[in-house]
Nanobody, 123 residues
Framework: QVQLVESGGGLVQAGGSLRLSCAAS????????MGWFRQAPGKERVFVAT????????YYADSVKGRFTISRDNAKNTVYLQMNSLKPEDTAVYYC????????????????WGQGTQVTVSS
């Protein structure tokens, strides 16, 4: 069982930056691929970024490529999402997720989810 707790969300102006953190419980964090997803009001949850258990592979949605960076610190059981050059369309609840095995962009393949953190970007 893995418990995930996101933090770092908030209100920021367009062009600004935020860093989201996702702290995981459990001793086997380093064996999990981690992902970030987001859900805007009235829309489906969509993929943002994912990172392999070792951190050597990362993938991004086209909408955030070049602006967002996913990383992880297995010693701290934490995954991060650095978000730069934020746009109003990035406004959403951001969720982290974990799964054992290979990285994937499909939300249904993740086994554990956090409660989400709100990110609001004002224009």
């Amino acid at each position: 069982q893995v418990q995930l707790v996101e933090s770092g969300g908030g209100l920021v102006q367009a062009g600004g930056s935020l860093r989201l953190s996702c702290a995981a419980s459990g001793r086997t964090f380093s064996s999990y691929a981690m992902g970030w997803f987001r859900q805007a009001p009235g829309k489906e949850r969509v993929f943002v970024a994912t990172i392999s258990w070792s951190g050597d592979r990362t993938y991004y949605a086209d909408s955030v490529k070049g602006r967002f960076t996913i990383s992880r610190d297995n010693a701290k059981n934490t995954v991060y999402l650095q978000m730069n050059s934020l746009k109003p369309e990035d406004t959403a609840v951001y969720y982290c997720a974990a799964r054992r095995g290979f990285v994937t962009t499909f939300s249904y393949q993740y086994d554990y989810w956090g409660q989400g953190t709100q990110v609001t970007v004002s224009s």
